[in-house]
Nanobody
Framework: VQLQASGGGLVQAGGSLRLSCAAS????????MGWFRRGPGKEREFVAS????????YLADSMKGRFTISRDNAKNTVYLQMNRLKPEDTAVYYC??????????????WGQGTQVTVSS
């Protein structure tokens, strides 16, 4: 399994970014895909996940209303749309994949991360 995250960058507070995670290496129909982040001096934090086959999503409470996770089956790509960004959203964002029902834990495939910096 290969995961390639992209779309990070520098944005002002209140702005938006869309991260992409291109997945390859196998059929992902029974996989759960996730986004995580690690801010400066912080531990890794769960952001959102999506079950590839039916598109069901789960977001961390602090992301609800601002972030949306989605997937494009034809492109084998998962997206994280981030709106109304805040300086505290500054982090390296990682996409991950797993087989299994737990939404937050047990991810065993990881992408390389993409930096998101939100200026105040």
């Amino acid at each position: 399994v290969q995961l390639q995250a992209s779309g990070g960058g520098l944005v002002q507070a209140g702005g938006s970014l869309r991260l992409s995670c291109a997945a390859s290496g196998r059929t992902f129909s029974n996989y759960r895909m996730g986004w995580f982040r690690r801010g400066p001096g912080k531990e890794r934090e769960f952001v959102a996940s999506i079950y590839w086959s039916d598109g069901s999503t789960y977001l961390a409470d602090s992301m609800k209303g601002r972030f949306t996770i989605s997937r494009d089956n034809a492109k084998n790509t998962v997206y994280l749309q981030m709106n109304r960004l805040k300086p505290e959203d500054t982090a390296v964002y990682y996409c991950a994949a797993k087989v299994g029902s737990d939404t937050r834990y047990g991810y065993n495939y990881w992408g390389q991360g993409t930096q998101v910096t939100v200026s105040s």
